[in-house]
């Protein structure tokens, strides 16, 4: 199989892993924001497949599942994530290449890098819709959204995603060949 197609694949899988895996959680809903379920994929994509697929599959996750399942709610929260889980696709493939591959350190370095990233731009999105609304959106609430109430989704992408990966490219899986 070719490198493209492959990579297509995978993020086509992963794509639809975003779709799915909020299903786990989605009985509950204030489960499902704290675990953040659709994030994982997106790391993996970016992992697996490199920053542009990571990038692409973090961008049309959110509004994909909003359209078909209106969940998450299209304005503001798959705004802001569109373009959070496209800084987590891009930042955790491009930070990857950029470090030695194949050790476990390169992985938590550049999945927290994205991590930190994304929420970056996720409180800069949200600040941004909000204010053109006419409605605050304080540290406070950033602070909240981006790390206190993150603190189990953040726990799980921290023992899940390196573990995956890391498993994945020892078994030989990898979309970069």
Request: hydrophobic share 55%.
């Amino acid at each position: 199989m070719n490198d493209k197609l492959r990579k297509l694949t995978t993020a086509g899988l992963c794509l639809a892993l975003c779709l799915v895996l909020p299903f786990v959680t989605g009985q509950i809903p204030e489960i499902g924001k704290r675990l953040s379920p659709m994030h994982i994929p997106v790391f993996l994509c970016g992992f697996l497949c490199g920053a542009p697929w990571g990038a692409l599959v973090g961008l049309i996750a959110p509004i994909l599942r909003s359209v078909l399942f209106q969940m998450p709610a299209l304005y503001p929260d798959a705004v802001c994530m569109m373009f959070e889980l496209a800084v987590y696709g891009f930042v955790s493939g491009f930070l990857y290449r950029k470090l030695p591959r194949h050790k476990l350190w390169s992985l938590y370095v550049a999945l927290i890098g994205a991590m930190i990233a994304g929420r970056l731009v996720w409180g800069a999105v949200k600040w941004l819709l909000l204010g053109l609304g006419g409605t605050t959106f304080t540290l406070k609430m950033f602070l909240a959204g981006a790390i206190v109430n993150a603190v189990p989704g953040i726990i799980l992408h921290l023992a899940l995603v390196p573990a995956l990966v890391y498993a994945l490219e020892k078994a030989g899986f990898s979309a970069e060949k």
